[in-house]
C-alpha cells in the first residue's frame, strides 16, 4: 500500500464551488506539505505543517485554507474555486520534525498527485 | 531572490548516452534535492545533498557549494529513464524552491 495517499486523484467541478482535497500517510512523518504544479511552472508551495499545531502558509496560500486534523492526515480547502486553480495538486510528507529541531529540509515524499479541473 | 534554474529544458538521447542535468542557484542553500517524476505524474525523491557526490545505481548526483551548482548525471541511459528530472533547493528556510524541470527522452 502507498505511504501517502491522496483522494480525490481527479475532480473536474464548477467555479464558485468549494472543494477538499485530502491527504494520508503512514510513514509517521510530522512535516507535511501541498503544492501545486502547473505546465511550465516548478512546484508551487501553497501550505506546509511542521506538526499538528503547526500551520504556515506557502508562496500561493491565497484562495486555500488547510487543516491538520491528526499527525497522518492534512486537507487542502478551496473554498470558492476559480479557473486558475486549475492544476496538479500534491501532498508531501517529510520526516524532520518540529520548528527548532534540526535544519533544513529532509527527504520528501510525494502522494500521487490529484488533478482538479475547474470549469 | 532566491532562484533555482535548470537546463537542458528539453534532452533527447539515444539509449546508452551518458546524460548530464544541470541545476545552478542564486544564493547559499542548505540542501539540495533531486526529483524524478514519471510520465504518469508521480514524484520520487533522488538524492539529497549538501556537498560532494551521491551514486545511487546509474545515477550520479554532485554539488559544487562554491560555483552554486549541481548536475545530475545518468549513465548508460536506458528508455525507462525518459521523465521529468527536477532540481529542488532549501535555501536555509526548510522550504523547498523547485525549478522548472528538464523533460529527458531516451531513444532506443
Known amino acids: 500500500d502507498a505511504d501517502v495517499t491522496q483522494t480525490p486523484r481527479n475532480r473536474i467541478t464548477k467555479t464558485g464551488k468549494r472543494i477538499m482535497l485530502e491527504c494520508s500517510q503512514t510513514?509517521?512523518?510530522?512535516?507535511m506539505y501541498w503544492y501545486r504544479q502547473d505546465p511550465g511552472l516548478g512546484l508551487r508551495l501553497i501550505y506546509y505543517?511542521?506538526?499538528?499545531?503547526?500551520?504556515n502558509k506557502g508562496e500561493i496560500s491565497d484562495g486555500y485554507s488547510v487543516s491538520r486534523q491528526a499527525q497522518a492526515k492534512f486537507s487542502l480547502s478551496l473554498e470558492s474555486a476559480i479557473p486558475n486553480q486549475t492544476a496538479l495538486y500534491f501532498c508531501a510528507t517529510s520526516e524532520l520534525g518540529t520548528r527548532g529541531g534540526p535544519s533544513g529540509t529532509d527527504t520528501q515524499y510525494f502522494g500521487p498527485g490529484t488533478r482538479l479541473t475547474v470549469l | 531572490k532566491n532562484e533555482v534554474e535548470q537546463s537542458p529544458q528539453n534532452l533527447t538521447a539515444q539509449e546508452g548516452e551518458f546524460i548530464t542535468i544541470n541545476c545552478s542557484y542564486s544564493?547559499?542553500?542548505?540542501?539540495l534535492h533531486w526529483l524524478q517524476q514519471h510520465p504518469g505524474g508521480g514524484i520520487v525523491s533522488l538524492f539529497m545533498l549538501s556537498s560532494g557526490k551521491k551514486k545511487h545505481g546509474r545515477l550520479i548526483a554532485t554539488i559544487n557549494i562554491q560555483e552554486k551548482h549541481s548536475s545530475l548525471h545518468i549513465t548508460a541511459s536506458h528508455p525507462r529513464d525518459s521523465a521529468v528530472y527536477i532540481c529542488?533547493?532549501?535555501?536555509?528556510?526548510?522550504?523547498?524552491?523547485f525549478g522548472t524541470g528538464t523533460r529527458l527522452t531516451i531513444i532506443p
Open positions: 510513514k509517521g512523518h510530522d512535516r
Open positions: 544564493v547559499g542553500i542548505s540542501a
Open positions: 505543517s511542521f506538526d499538528v499545531k503547526d500551520i
Open positions: 529542488a533547493v532549501d535555501f536555509g528556510n526548510e522550504k523547498l524552491t
